[in-house]
């Protein structure tokens, strides 16, 4: 299965990592006020780390083994906890208000890549169809739709605070409903009938990168851009 799907998948998706790692560093750079404070490369670090340790497990097959605890939903739960402890603890709750929000609406454009990966990984039959644009995922509408959100909803040219929080719920929404249809047809839960195709790709570097850390760093930005949004008192800081 996986050794049917052409390198140029692989090396998109990875493209697309280095690309959300690049926003996200940057983003942290601008909330400590630049080169000269170490917090932006110990987040790097840091991801760079969970990344390589996550890959490391795949390649030794420890998602594949499905016995026992659900290892990969697991993984993403340990990712989700990760995202609520920062906005619990008042230093990180600092930084997270001081990120550039234009970025964090930027970085949705990953979602459109994103989303031929998911549709060449279903033409290769690593995944249902279903996963895809072409069925019931509409989530390459929040990165079309992503660039005119930094511009014209929080950025320079103009400022609309609930068309913000709108277009963040609404592109939320498209996540989790993609999130579900994903969940649904892991092994865990589905066994595929009269050729049809489970969601085995992510459980494949660098694939299991998908819900483990690409899905984490979107959902984690429409969530410090809705805290803005909804908490900072001066929104021409925007």
Do not use: C
């Amino acid at each position: 299965m996986m050794e049917d799907i052409p390198g140029y998948v692989a090396g998109t998706f990875i493209a697309i990592v280095i690309a959300v790692l690049g926003f996200i560093f940057y983003s942290v750079s601008v909330a400590t006020n630049g080169k000269k404070n170490l917090t932006p490369s110990f987040v790097l670090t840091l991801l760079i780390g969970w990344i390589f340790f996550v890959s490391v497990l795949t390649f030794n097959g420890y998602f594949t083994n499905l016995s026992g605890v659900p290892r990969l939903p697991m993984f993403v739960g340990i990712a989700a906890a990760f995202i609520l402890l920062l906005f619990l603890w008042p230093r990180t709750r600092s930084i997270l208000m001081k990120m550039p929000i234009t970025t964090l609406h930027y970085i949705h454009i990953v979602r459109v890549p994103v989303e031929m990966v998911l549709w060449w990984l279903a033409v290769s039959r690593a995944i249902p169809m279903d996963m895809t644009f072409e069925g019931s995922n509409l989530d390459i509408l929040s990165g079309i739709s992503a660039p005119f959100a930094a511009v014209f909803m929080v950025g320079s040219r103009s400022k609309s605070k609930l068309g913000a929080i709108i277009w963040n719920l609404i592109a939320m929404a498209l996540l989790i409903n993609i999130v579900s249809i994903a969940i649904s047809y892991l092994p865990y839960f589905y066994t595929p009938t009269g050729g049809k195709v489970g969601n085995l790709g992510v459980f494949y570097f660098p694939y299991v990168l998908l819900p483990t850390f690409i899905v984490p760093a979107v959902l984690f930005s429409h969530l410090v851009s809705l805290y803005q949004l909804i908490f900072k008192k001066d929104q021409s800081q925007f």
